[in-house]
């Protein structure tokens, strides 16, 4: 390993991808006036900012989320701002990236949690944020309302098909010679 700081990217579209950190400020997003770049429709234009800044021991990393669609994420925490530390691994909408401290940094060892505290997230179940720009449909529509839309059609079907069986025997009936609206109702009791 060497000493300068470095993301690497783990995502399969831009994997093996790395950045150098030698600068005091690194701007990341979709497009290309970025000086890291991800065409991916999860990464917002100006997604996020890395920066660097110095204290008497050397440099400090931060991650600056840029009020994105799809959010900044440290080891799958969602954020605003964090300070970066070795093998931290940064998401920047759906494109994962190693921080690589390299030796100055330290090692996250000593910070490591070998638990999951399941109690803690909101369902157990899945920890990846939903990204909300990736379906144009999303949001468009209420739950449950194209099943009450083809409901009201079965019924109004339902009504004119009723109606036509009446009419068509109600013109039967009348050509018959027979009253028709008491044969109607003669026949109706009669199934009864």
Do not use: W
């Amino acid at each position: 390993m060497d000493n300068i700081p470095k993301l690497v990217v783990l995502s399969e579209k831009f994997r093996g991808q790395t950045f150098d950190l030698n600068q005091d400020l690194y701007t990341c997003g979709r497009s290309e006036a970025r000086d890291i770049c991800f065409k991916d429709s999860t990464v917002s234009s100006h997604h996020a900012d890395f920066f660097r800044i110095e204290d008497g021991e050397g440099y400090k990393y931060f991650i600056r989320d840029n009020h994105s669609t799809n959010g900044t994420r440290v080891n799958n925490v969602p954020i605003k701002q964090q300070e970066l530390h070795n093998t931290d691994i940064v998401q920047v909408g759906g494109i994962e990236i190693l921080f690589d401290g390299g030796d100055k940094t330290g090692s996250s060892a000593s910070r490591t949690q070998t638990g999951i505290d399941i109690a803690n997230t909101d369902s157990g179940l899945a920890t990846v944020k939903t990204m909300s720009n990736l379906s144009p449909f999303v949001g468009s529509r209420k739950k449950g309302s194209s099943q009450k839309i083809l409901l009201g059609v079965v019924i109004v079907l339902g009504l004119f098909i009723l109606a036509l069986i009446v009419y068509i025997i109600f013109l039967v009936l009348s050509k018959s010679g027979e009253d028709a609206p008491a044969a109607l109702l003669n026949m109706f009791f009669k199934s009864i």
